[in-house]
């Protein structure tokens, strides 16, 4: 495992401290680049202002479109695949300056968090060149205030590791288009289709058939997010739906917004 001491450097960029204890980085990526799995030393808060990117850690994968934003601890393996051209604009919290803040022990694990607009507001400030050493701190505060949690969030796949779960798991993730049976899984993974429910629900904390919808409801965010030609009728098509409002009611369910609306914001 990697550990990176410095922000990963793949094009150029613009990076600097505050001299408090936080680094920021300005990157931009092209779809199709993927950071590999490595660690920082400090704990980050991971945002794409523009387009759309993919965070894989040991507890599950994320799908990060442009209202979201994912908070990784230090030390924590990750990975991230550029699903569409993005603008990625990262917070680097040294571990002492967390402890310093009293904001480490609610920090100690991963997860994602919905960006308000004063939040997005609040990044972008931030990386203004001309920022005053009070600004900036009065900015970082404002951050760590609106760090919420985006509790059960769509773009999130839990992933299990007990290794039969997994492989099903994986062989619906290459396909979530596809009308996977439980019995027909639960056969290729080499147990029954009882324990195999069983697994899901423990493993991921939700039921097979809510992961299958959780993963095909992803695959459906990072198609808007990197197709721009794909029409909603045609995507409802390809994922199983009897129709466009069956669709769009599923997605409006796990995201707030209906798949036109994400679109737009994308």
Same mark, same amino acid.
């Given at each position: 495992?990697?550990?990176?001491?410095? %922000?990963?450097?793949?094009? %150029?960029?613009? #990076?600097?401290a505050t001299g408090d204890g936080v680094h920021l980085v300005a990157r931009n990526y092209k779809k199709g680049v993927r950071l590999d799995t490595h660690m920082h030393r400090e704990a980050q808060l991971v945002y794409a202002a523009k387009g759309t990117m993919q965070v894989t850690t040991p507890k599950g994968r994320w799908l990060v479109p442009p209202d979201r934003?994912?908070?990784? %601890?230090?030390?924590?393996?990750?990975a991230i695949d550029v699903l569409a051209d993005i603008q990625m604009r990262t917070l680097y919290f040294d571990v002492a300056w967390l402890k310093r803040e009293q904001r480490d022990r609610s920090l100690r694990s991963e997860f994602v968090v919905r960006v308000s607009p004063l939040l997005h507001q609040a990044i972008l400030a931030l990386f203004h060149p001309r920022n005053s050493q009070e600004r900036t701190a009065l900015l970082v505060k404002l951050v760590m205030l609106e760090l919420h949690r985006a509790e059960d969030s769509a773009t999130f796949i839990p992933l299990p590791h007990e290794p039969r779960c997994r492989r099903a798991a994986d062989l619906v993730l290459a396909d979530p288009t596809?009308? #996977?049976?439980?019995?027909?899984?639960?056969?290729?993974?080499?147990? =029954? *289709?009882?324990?195999? =429910?069983?697994?899901? =629900?423990?493993?991921?904390?939700?039921?097979?058939?809510?992961?299958?919808?959780?993963?095909?409801? *992803? =695959?459906?965010?990072?198609?808007?997010?990197?197709? *721009?030609s794909i029409s909603i009728k045609q995507l409802a098509a390809d994922l199983g739906y009897a129709s466009v409002p069956a669709f769009s009611h599923a997605f409006r369910q796990v995201t707030g917004k209906t798949p036109t609306e994400f679109m737009q914001k994308a």
């Open positions: 495992m990697t550990i990176v001491e410095k %922000p990963i450097h793949a094009v %150029p960029g613009d #990076h600097r934003a994912v908070w990784v %601890p230090a030390r924590l393996e990750h596809g009308g #996977h049976e439980i019995e027909t899984l639960a056969e290729r993974v080499g147990t =029954s *289709a009882r324990t195999l =429910s069983r697994l899901f =629900s423990s493993e991921t904390q939700l039921s097979f058939k809510s992961w299958c919808q959780r993963a095909r409801i *992803a =695959s459906a965010i990072e198609k808007l997010s990197t197709e *721009a």
